[in-house]
Every structure is written in structure tokens, then in C-alpha cells.
């Protein structure tokens, strides 16, 4: 049986959890649970507690597989279509946003999610840190999106979102909200947001007494969904990414091929 490793924390280098992410093996979280199970080894000493820090010197294996270099940092748009679910597993056996990536895909996080019956903008990442730095409230982005809902609102029905509301204890900040047009029993309107919280603009719309029937994410900060087909992805150009975000970016890598049909569900990684 192989001995577990001291997990006292040096004063240098990085948490094994987040290197197992940037390597794009597993997600942050999905990492630390590996190492709880007891399928990571650090130089030859298995490990059971995300507590450590390990340094480039340190010989990582992941279920007896060793650590590869970390992959630089890329990001994708995808136009998630309605019915997908934003997991990578669905205990109901739905289809997922990964079934409809290319084959040749790295493995990929979500940037927030959409719930199951809202489309549009999903962005993608291979990067753990550049994940969780998108989704930050103090990235300060606008989500924008096209809203549809039931009834028939006028512009004053949507000043308690502009000033902001509290709902069940929770505080949504104030959303700019524009109504678009009246379309016979159903109205649109363009929302944007800041923070994303779970289903915000649809319990918001909720408390002013309308019924969200149809919600399509347009833009994330400045990344725009634009003529992307439903279920298709498009990688960020390495330049973009680097101008937007401040990144040293690597040249294009080769293009995606497009994905065949599969036969069966396709599954990332664990």
C-alpha cells in the first residue's frame, strides 16, 4: 500500500488542486475529490488532502497517469441550444452541453451555466483560474440577453428591477432593461445583468408578475454570440484573448474538425 505524504504546506509554489486544473485534467473541484479518493500521488506518496502545495520539481500522478505540462489558456463560444443541461453528467439521463462538442475538443468547464430552458452564449474554458476569473462579480461584464415573457408589460412594470430587488433575503443588483415590442399575448425585452445568479432574471420577472416563456443570452462582457448556429462552438481567437483579457496567448492552434453524430453519449473525463 502506498504511504500517504505529509501534507504540511511549503511556502512555495501552488495548491496541487489548481496545477491539476491548469493541466486540464480536472476542474479545480473535480480534482480535490480525486485526491480525497486517493488517486493522486505526489512523488511517489499518495495524497487525501487538497491541503499542498507542490512546486514544477514535484512528480504528480493523476490514476497512475503522470501530469502533463499545463495547456495554455483557451476559451470557446458556444450557442447552447434549449434542452441541454449545463453539467457535464445528468442523473436524468438529459442531454448535456458536452454532447455536442467536437471529438477533438480538450477537456472544457463551463463559464457559469444557463438553466435547462435558456439559450444562447455559453462560454467555454480548458482553464481552471481563467474560469473562475470570468465569473467573478467584480469583472464587472454585462451578461445581455433577449427576454420574452408573458403578459403585457409597459416600462414602468420594470422599474423594481432597475432599482434593484431582494428576494427571499437574496439582493439582486439593479439590471438595465429595455422593453423591446409587444408580439400579441407575449412582450420582449433586453436585459442585462452582472452577476448571473441562479435563474435571476427569470424569479425577477417573476416578482413583477411575468412569466419568462424564452430567454437567449446574447453577449457575455465582449464576447458576442452574433450568427453562431445552435449547438455550435467557436474557439477565441489567441489575439483577442490576450487583448480582452491581458493574456500571453500561443499561436491559433489547428482548427476543430466538426463532430460526427455519435452512437452513444460521449462523457468528459473524470
Do not use: C
Not at 475529490?33 to 512528480?59: C, F, H, M, S, Y
Not at 493523476?62 to 457535464?88: C, I, M, N, Q
Not at 463551463?110 to 462579480?137: F, H, I, M, Q, Y
Amino acid at each position: 500500500m502506498a504511504a500517504t505524504m505529509n501534507t504540511t504546506l511549503p511556502t512555495e509554489g501552488e495548491r496541487i488542486a489548481k496545477v491539476i486544473a491548469r493541466a486540464g485534467r480536472a476542474s479545480r473541484r473535480e480534482a480535490e475529490r480525486l485526491i480525497e479518493a486517493g488517486r493522486v500521488t505526489v512523488n511517489g506518496q499518495k495524497i487525501t488532502r487538497p491541503a499542498l502545495n507542490v512546486t514544477a520539481a514535484d512528480r504528480i500522478v493523476v490514476d497512475g497517469r503522470p501530469l502533463d505540462a499545463p495547456e495554455p489558456a483557451r476559451l470557446w463560444l458556444y450557442h447552447k441550444p434549449k434542452g441541454r443541461v449545463t453539467t457535464s453528467r445528468d442523473e436524468k439521463g438529459r442531454p448535456t452541453i458536452y454532447d455536442d462538442l467536437p471529438e477533438d475538443m480538450p477537456r472544457v468547464m463551463s463559464v457559469g451555466r444557463l438553466d435547462l430552458n435558456s439559450e444562447g452564449l455559453l462560454l467555454l474554458t480548458n482553464d481552471g483560474a481563467l474560469k473562475r476569473r470570468l465569473e467573478l462579480p467584480s469583472t464587472g461584464w454585462l451578461r445581455r440577453y433577449r427576454v420574452r415573457v408573458n403578459g403585457t408589460p409597459t416600462e414602468a412594470t420594470f422599474d423594481p428591477l432597475r432599482r434593484g430587488l431582494t428576494l427571499d433575503g437574496e439582493r439582486f443588483q439593479p439590471m438595465l432593461v429595455t422593453l423591446d415590442r409587444q408580439k400579441g399575448a407575449n412582450a420582449w425585452a433586453t436585459v442585462s445583468i452582472r452577476e448571473g445568479k441562479n435563474r435571476e432574471i427569470r424569479r425577477a420577472m417573476e416578482a413583477v408578475g411575468l412569466v419568462v416563456n424564452r430567454l437567449i443570452r446574447l453577449s457575455y462582457g465582449p464576447f458576442q454570440l452574433g450568427n453562431l448556429a445552435p449547438g455550435a462552438v467557436e474557439e477565441i481567437r489567441p489575439r483577442v484573448l490576450r487583448d480582452q483579457l491581458g493574456l500571453t496567448a500561443p499561436d491559433a492552434p489547428a482548427p476543430i474538425k466538426p463532430r460526427p453524430k455519435p452512437d452513444r453519449t460521449r462523457r468528459p473525463r473524470p
